[in-house]
């Protein structure tokens, strides 16, 4: 499953990521979604909450935030966010667009808990 193959990839990034910070837990991770990614935020969570028993942060959450699709387009060089997959730039129509963000699945950030006190 997709869903459950991002997650294994997602738990092992958290991973190194906590034992570069001498992390004593991690309490959220937080990645975005764009509406291209073929990723569904609920079977995300989903395969998450199988997946994190397994692991070392068992008590870890995950916070999906699902993004828009934004395009640059190649005719007026402006910006815009697509909505309703209506695949045509906002400002003059035109269809040649480029994809600048809204096509994958990614890690924003990692909340830790470290320990600071000396031992
Ligand atoms: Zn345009």
């Known amino acids: 499953m997709h ?5 294994r990839t997602l738990l092992s990034q958290v991973e190194d990521i906590a034992a570069l910070n001498n992390a004593v ?3 959220l991770i937080e990645v975005e979604v764009g509406p291209l990614s073929g990723v569904e935020p609920l079977l995300l969570q989903d395969a998450f909450e199988r997946l994190k028993e397994g692991s070392a942060w068992p008590n ?3 916070s999906v935030q699902q993004i828009g699709l934004d395009v640059l387009c190649k005719y007026c060089q402006r910006e815009s966010q697509l909505r309703d997959f209506r695949f045509v730039c906002s400002h003059c129509d035109s269809a ?4 600048l963000r809204g096509d994958n699945c990614r890690l924003l950030n990692v909340k830790l808990q470290v320990n600071n006190s000396c031992v």
């Open 96 to 99: 040649e667009l480029q994809i």
């Open 25 to 27: 837990a991690v309490e």
């Open 3 to 7: 869903e459950e193959s991002l997650i």
């Open 60 to 62: 870890a959450q995950l």
